[in-house]
């Protein structure tokens, strides 16, 4: 069982940034795929970033190419997302997952989220 809890969120200003943390307990985060994801109100949770369990594969939502990057502590047990030049509409709430197979079984956990809020 993997415990997840993010941390990070808050309000800023347009143009400015934030960076979310995802700390992870229970399990070691080296075998996980770990992705960010959001969901503003009234809107689906969509994925933002994710990055593989080795750390050298990563992939972005259009919406935050150039903006965003997510990288991973394994020493640490940690994942991070740097968002840079925020937007009112990345205001969300923000969410980590982590996923692994194995043995054909897929392990799937989510943290509780933190919010976001870009406004001026």
């Known amino acids: 069982q993997v415990q997840l809890v993010e941390s990070g969120g808050g309000l800023v200003q347009p143009g400015g940034s934030l960076r979310l943390s995802c700390a992870a307990s229970?399990?070691?985060?080296?075998?996980?795929?770990i992705g960010w994801y959001r969901q503003a109100p009234g809107k689906e949770r969509e994925l933002v970033a994710a990055?593989?369990?080795?750390?050298?594969?990563?992939n972005y939502a259009d919406s935050v190419k150039g903006r965003f990057t997510i990288s991973r502590d394994n020493a640490k047990n940690t994942v991070y997302l740097q968002m840079n030049s925020l937007k009112p509409e990345d205001t969300a709430v923000y969410y980590c997952?982590?996923?692994?197979?194995?043995?054909?079984?897929?392990?799937?956990?989510w943290g509780q989220g933190t919010q976001v809020t870009v406004s001026s």
């Open positions: 990055i593989n369990s080795a750390g050298g594969s990563t």
């Open positions: 229970g399990s070691n985060l080296d075998y996980y795929s």
């Open positions: 997952n982590a996923q692994t197979v194995v043995m054909g079984w897929k392990y799937d956990y």
